[in-house]
């Protein structure tokens, strides 16, 4: 079945309404929406994680590896980046696992 040109036309005329999101908070959460695993995201810290964990992790690096100059602190950053999404990778993965060994309830449904 495929959309008349008339239906198509309707579609623009009401996307032409939408204004999105207008408050602080609802752009905020709405920046959110296509963020599946987060391996990829271009914020570090998702909204469903501590940020004060993420500085622990920082300044813990800090303490034991006490850099020197400005090279050493950005490996230091950079150290703590990959620790913080290695740690979201082993979250995304256990939840992948546990979802894919449960059965699939939709198959009695169907027939």
């Not at 469903?48 to 034991?64: H, K, T």
């Not at 100059?69 to 950053?77: N, T, V």
């Not at 150290?79 to 449960?102: D, M």
């Given at each position: 079945?495929?959309?008349?040109?008339?239906?198509?036309?309707?579609?623009?005329?009401?996307a032409?309404?939408?204004?999105?999101?207008i408050?602080?908070?609802?752009?905020?959460?709405?920046?959110?929406?296509?963020?599946?695993?987060g391996?990829?995201?271009?914020?570090?810290?998702?909204?469903?994680?501590?940020?004060?964990?993420?500085?622990?992790?920082?300044?813990e690096?800090?303490?034991?590896?006490?850099?020197?100059?400005?090279?050493?602190?950005?490996?230091?950053?950079?150290?703590a980046?990959?620790?913080?999404?290695?740690?979201?990778?082993?979250?995304?993965?256990?939840?992948y696992?546990?979802l894919?060994?449960?059965?699939?309830?939709?198959?009695?449904?169907?027939?």
């Amino acid at each position: 079945m495929s959309t008349s040109i008339a239906q198509i036309s309707a579609n623009r005329a009401n996307a032409k309404k939408s204004t999105g999101a207008i408050t602080q908070l609802g752009k905020s959460k709405v920046s959110q929406n296509a963020i599946t695993h987060g391996l990829f995201a271009k914020q570090l810290v998702l909204m469903d994680e501590n940020p004060l964990e993420y500085q622990s992790l920082l300044d813990e690096l800090q303490r034991s590896l006490q850099p020197v100059g400005i090279l050493e602190q950005s490996l230091i950053e950079r150290i703590a980046i990959s620790l913080w999404r290695q740690k979201r990778l082993v979250k995304a993965e256990a939840a992948y696992l546990t979802l894919e060994h449960q059965p699939k309830r939709i198959a009695p449904l169907v027939a």
